[in-house]
C-alpha cells in the first residue's frame, strides 16, 4: 500500500488569480481539465498539483496534501476506527480516481487519493472478485 504524499491541491474563491501567481511566481503553468472544473500543475512532479475554485462561498483558501493509497476505502475507514473525521467519504473524481477528505484526531486536515490505473474502482471490491471467479461463457 503506497502512503506517500502524491498531490497537493489548492482550494480558492479566486482561481483564475491563483493561477496567475503561481505561474508569475514558480512558473507553474496550470492545465484545465476538459471533464472536471480543475487545473492540474507539475504533472510530471510529484507531489503533482491541482487547483479548484471553492464548492462553498465565502471560505477562505486552503491547501490539502494527498496521499497517495492503493486502497483508498481500507486505509478511510482505519482514519475513521482511529479516531478520524471523514469529511468527505470516498468519492469518484472524474476517470481519475477516487478521493476521501479526513481530518486527524488533532484537526489537521488531508486527502487520500487513489488513481485509476492503480487498481479497479475500490467501491466494488465484492463484484470485481465474483468477476474474477466466474468468468462469462463464450457460446459455441
Known sequence: MA??????????QN???AKEFYQRLLGWAPRDLPDLPYSLFNE???????MMKSPQPG?????????????ITA???KARSLGAT????????????????I???????????????????????????RAKLKPKRRRQ
Open 3 to 12: 502512503t506517500n504524499f502524491g498531490h497537493i491541491e489548492l482550494v480558492t
Open 15 to 17: 482561481l483564475d488569480k
Open 44 to 50: 510530471k512532479l510529484s507531489p503533482t498539483g491541482g
Open 59 to 71: 471560505n477562505e483558501s486552503f491547501w490539502i496534501p494527498y496521499i497517495v493509497t492503493d486502497d
Open 75 to 77: 486505509l478511510t475507514e
Open 86 to 101: 471523514i469529511h468527505r467519504e470516498v468519492t469518484v473524481a472524474g476517470q481519475y480516481g477516487w478521493l476521501s477528505i
Open 103 to 129: 481530518n486527524d484526531p488533532t484537526g489537521a486536515t488531508f486527502g487520500l487519493w487513489q488513481p485509476k490505473q492503480m487498481l479497479r474502482d475500490p467501491r466494488n471490491k465484492s463484484k470485481a472478485k
